[in-house]
């Protein structure tokens, strides 16, 4: 079946029924004359979520700077449940601090038509390379350099390292999530 007023071809048939019950939402576009795609969209499990998190390594971090949204591309890691990034002092640091909520959306796109998108809500949590996170904060680092091409890993060396002022020493957080959730597109 066409697509109602196919844009294309202007097909004047009727569109597909949705399937009720099935949470699953059937959606048509055209491609070509008077070919259309059909795109079956659908809650991902918690578990596929943390498997995209997991695969990826680039996503927008979205938090509200004054009393506006603000959202960023960031690099991270996701391992074990615990999701952890880094930045340099300036505005997304500041935002973070005076208001800790954030959400963090990530996607792996397969096609136009194929792809999913995962999204957390949490808590930031800084990591200062002090006596009480250290642990935590050369984990993070650790992981993060292990994906390569993070920060140029290698300007970044914690032990015992002088910098000459704080707006060169990078800040690693984490995010505490409080929910996650995906959607996933693929094609009927």
Known sequence: ?????????????????SIAGSGHLPLRF??????????????????????ALSANSIGHLGCISGSRPYVVPIRYVYQKRVFYS?????KKIDSLRFNPHVCVQVEQLATLEEW?????EGV??????DEQDNSE????????QERGNWWEPGAYKPEGV??????TRPIFYRVEIDTLSGRQATMA
């Open 1 to 17: 079946m066409r697509p109602p007023h196919c844009p294309v071809c202007r097909s004047a048939e009727k569109g597909a029924e």
């Open 30 to 51: 055209p491609r070509q004359r008077c070919q259309e795609v059909e795109m079956i969209l659908r809650d991902m499990t918690r578990a596929e979520c943390e498997a």
């Open 86 to 90: 880094f930045s340099l002092p300036g």
């Open 116 to 120: 999913k998108s995962v999204l957390l």
């Open 124 to 129: 930031y949590r800084e990591m200062p390379d």
């Open 137 to 144: 904060h050369m984990r993070a680092w650790r992981l993060l």
């Open 162 to 167: 002088a910098y000459p002022d704080a707006q």
